[in-house]
T-cell receptor, first 111, second 113 residues
Framework: QQQVKQSPQSLIVQKGGISIINCAYENTAFDYFPWYQQFPGKGPALLIAIRPDVSEKKEGRFTISFNKSAKQFSLHIMDSQPGDSATYFCAATAGFQKLVFGTGTRLLVSP | DAGVTQSPTHLIKTRGQHVTLRCSPISGHKSVSWYQQVLGQGPQFIFQYYEKEERGRGNFPDRFSARQFPNYSSELNVNALLLGDSALYLC????????????FGPGTRLTVL
C-alpha cells in the first residue's frame, strides 16, 4: 500500500514534443505529490508538486494532472527540450516526510 | 544560499567495515532525512530527524543509525557493511519536516567491495 507505481520506465520524445509520465498510488492518506528531476551524478531536484485538493498545477512547461478518484497523477512536459533529458521520479507522502518514490522514468529528448 | 552539502562525495569500503556519512542542511532548515538510492531505482527512506529527535525510520536493519546535532547537521552510520549497501546515499533537508519541500544534496556514492 506504500508503493507508488510509475510508468513508463523509459521514454524517447522528439524536441518540441510532449513528454507524459504517469504514476498511481494506493494509500489514500498521501497528501503531497512532488515530482523530482535527477541528472546523472546529482541528487533529485524538486520540479513541481501538487496537493489532492486541486486537479491540475502548471509551472512553465511542466504540468501535473491529478485524479483523486482514480488515485493517479501525471507529469506533462510541454515543448520538450534536449536539456530535459534526465530521470524523473514521482513521489508521495502523508504527514511527516517519509517520501515514497516511484521507480523512475528515464527521459531522452532527441534533437 | 548554499544548498544541502554532503561529504564525502565518494567512498570505497570493504565488507564488514563501518562508514560515516555527513550532511549539512540548508541554513534555517531543522529537518534532515536520509535516503538510499540503489542504481536504477528510486530513493528509499532510511531516517528522518527533526530538532535532534528521530521522527521516522524506514525498513532498514539496525546496522543503520543516524543522529542530528545541535547545529542541525546529521550523520548516517552503517556498520558491518554488505555488498548490497553499495548505493548513492542522499540527504534532504526541509524547514519543519511536515509536508514541506525537501531539498536534496548531491549524495555520497558508497561502493562496498
Amino acid at each position: 500500500q506504500q508503493q507508488v507505481k510509475q510508468s513508463p520506465q523509459s521514454l524517447i520524445v522528439q524536441k518540441g514534443g510532449i513528454s507524459i509520465i504517469n504514476c498511481a498510488y494506493e494509500n489514500t492518506a498521501f497528501d503531497y505529490f512532488p515530482w523530482y528531476q535527477q541528472f546523472p551524478g546529482k541528487g533529485p531536484a524538486l520540479l513541481i508538486a501538487i496537493r489532492p485538493d486541486v486537479s491540475e498545477k502548471k509551472e512553465g512547461r511542466f504540468t501535473i494532472s491529478f485524479n483523486k478518484s482514480a488515485k493517479q497523477f501525471s507529469l506533462h512536459i510541454m515543448d520538450s527540450q534536449p536539456g530535459d533529458s534526465a530521470t524523473y521520479f514521482c513521489a508521495a507522502t502523508a504527514g511527516f516526510q517519509k517520501l515514497v518514490f516511484g521507480t523512475g522514468t528515464r527521459l531522452l529528448v532527441s534533437p | 544560499d548554499a544548498g544541502v552539502t554532503q561529504s564525502p562525495t565518494h567512498l570505497i569500503k570493504t565488507r564488514g567495515q563501518h562508514v560515516t556519512l555527513r550532511c549539512s542542511p540548508i541554513s534555517g532548515h531543522k529537518s534532515v532525512s536520509w535516503y538510499q538510492q540503489v542504481l536504477g531505482q528510486g530513493p528509499q527512506f532510511i531516517f528522518q530527524y527533526y530538532e535532534k529527535e528521530e521522527r521516522g525510520r524506514g525498513n532498514f536493519p539496525d546496522r543503520f543509525s543516524a543522529r542530528q546535532f545541535p547545529n542541525y547537521s546529521s550523520e548516517l552510520n552503517v556498520n558491518a557493511l554488505l555488498l548490497g549497501d553499495s548505493a548513492l546515499y542522499l540527504c534532504a533537508s526541509s524547514l519543519t519536516g511536515i509536508t514541506d519541500t525537501q531539498y536534496f544534496g548531491p549524495g555520497t556514492r558508497l561502493t562496498v567491495l
